[in-house]
């Protein structure tokens, strides 16, 4: 079964204090890996999509890597305007998207 | 930049009311879809469209309809609003498989808070 898992579902960390959250997949024939950012009662902010194992992307403090089986969102000194929810999804040759529940970040100043 | 807007942030409705939630994109996206997302389950796929006329069930269709007249325009409607229905509604477009430019990934609308009492 096609499936999106993220870990872990809450992080809080302090202000400068890196950290990474995981995306696991099991997608059959993955045509692309997304990250996103959420913020309470808004919809989501498309941040980064991957394409294929080893492919990384970065914007500001955040980097997403990816391999055959997850992929990773590293957050290096995150600062309290980095809190929000960080959603992954996974689409397929059928075009299906996948989406994992989230990890909701909290970043303390 | 893309844009897709959601014709209400809040609603509240009555149980039985019938629910019209508008959504509209301007990038000339041939894919649209409508999500519904609830704490601990994450976004799920109520209906989508690739075309104009053309609709197709997602994961959780039931108690819903759409429709889609214009390219650049797709509507959910809750045809009798049930209190299992209250919901954040998300609706995002994409362009077609196949297009180079922007790929597939989803842009999304802000979303419509919907409570039914």
């Known amino acids: 079964e096609d499936q999106v898992t993220q870990s872990p579902e809450a992080l809080r960390l302090q202000e400068g204090e890196s950290s990474s959250l995981n995306c696991s997949y099991t997608?059959?024939?993955?045509?692309?890996l997304f990250w996103y950012r959420q913020d309470p009662g808004k919809g989501p902010e498309f941040l980064f999509t991957l394409y294929s194992a080893g492919e990384e992307k970065e914007k500001e403090r955040l980097k997403a890597t990816l391999t055959k089986k997850e992929s990773f969102l590293h957050i290096t000194a995150p600062k309290p305007e980095d809190s929000a929810t960080y959603l992954c999804?996974?689409?397929?040759?059928?075009?299906?998207?996948?989406f994992g529940t989230g990890t909701s970040l909290t970043v303390i100043p | 930049d893309v844009k897709v807007t959601q014709s209400s942030r809040y609603l509240v409705k009555r149980t039985g009311e019938k629910v019209f939630l508008e959504c509209v994109q301007d990038?000339?996206?041939?894919?649209m879809f409508w999500y519904r997302q609830d704490p601990g389950l994450g976004l799920r796929l109520i209906y989508f469209s690739y075309d104009v006329k053309m609709k197709e069930k997602g994961d959780i269709p039931e108690g819903y309809s759409v429709s889609r007249e214009k390219k650049e325009r797709f509507s959910l409607i809750l045809e009798s609003a049930s209190t299992n229905q209250t919901s954040m509604y998300l609706c995002?477009?994409?362009?077609?498989?196949?297009?180079?430019?922007?790929?597939?990934?989803?842009?999304f609308g802000s979303g419509t808070q919907l409570s039914v009492l």
């Open positions: 995002a477009s994409s362009f077609h498989r196949g297009r180079i430019e922007g790929g597939e990934k989803l842009f």
């Open positions: 999804a996974a689409s397929n040759t059928g075009n299906q998207f996948y």
């Open positions: 990038m000339d996206h041939e894919n």
């Open positions: 997608v059959s024939g993955l045509r692309g």
